[in-house]
């Protein structure tokens, strides 16, 4: 039996990640891939100096820069 389950009931609370992996924007494209690939994920929060997110780098973002 498959249980069918409406997407607007949905909480993304419950798939988030809690153990975080992060880039510094001092990483280079080359390191944040490497990144990606070994942890498996498909974008990384840039934390900066003060330990805020000015921003994410996401596959897609990589995958046009070598493109």
Do not use: C, W
């Not at 993304?12 to 992060?22: A, D, E, H, L, P």
């Not at 690939?37 to 897609?60: A, F, H, Y």
């Amino acid at each position: 039996h498959v249980q069918r389950v409406n997407i607007r009931d949905m909480l993304v609370g419950s798939y988030m990640r809690s153990n975080v992996i992060t880039a510094h924007a001092g990483m280079s494209a080359k390191e944040a891939a490497q990144v990606m690939l070994k942890e498996n994920v498909g974008g990384l929060p840039i934390v900066d100096e003060r330990g805020t997110i000015p921003g994410i780098v996401t596959r897609t973002d990589l995958i046009r820069t070598f493109a």
